[in-house]
């Protein structure tokens, strides 16, 4: 009878993870959708953005900045 119990919980506990899993997916999905159709939005002048703004680290504080054009 226990090896049933423990057959039984073993199953519930692997529908629970699964569910969760399912849900966490789904969460992702949706969030990654979002963040595409954002990038896809226009900027404030109006103009879609083919590239993003390329980042470099500034060595004295490790803070990431705008490259300079210049």
Same mark, same amino acid.
């Given at each position: /009878?226990?090896?049933? *119990? *423990?057959?039984? @919980?073993?199953? @519930? ?8 899993? &399912?849900?966490?997916?789904? &969460?992702?999905?949706? =969030?990654? &959708?979002? @963040?595409? +159709?954002? /990038? +896809?939005?226009?900027? /404030?002048?109006?103009?879609?953005? =083919?590239?993003? +703004?390329? *980042? +470099?680290? =500034? ?8 490259? =300079?054009? @210049?």
């Amino acid at each position: /009878m226990a090896q049933v *119990l *423990l057959i039984a @919980a073993v199953g @519930a506990g692997f529908i629970l993870v699964r569910r969760w899993l &399912r849900r966490e997916q789904e &969460r992702v999905a949706a =969030d990654l &959708r979002a @963040a595409k +159709e954002a /990038m +896809e939005r226009p900027n /404030m002048e109006g103009q879609a953005i =083919d590239h993003p +703004e390329q *980042l +470099e680290q =500034d060595p004295a504080t490790g803070v990431y900045r705008p490259k =300079d054009h @210049a």
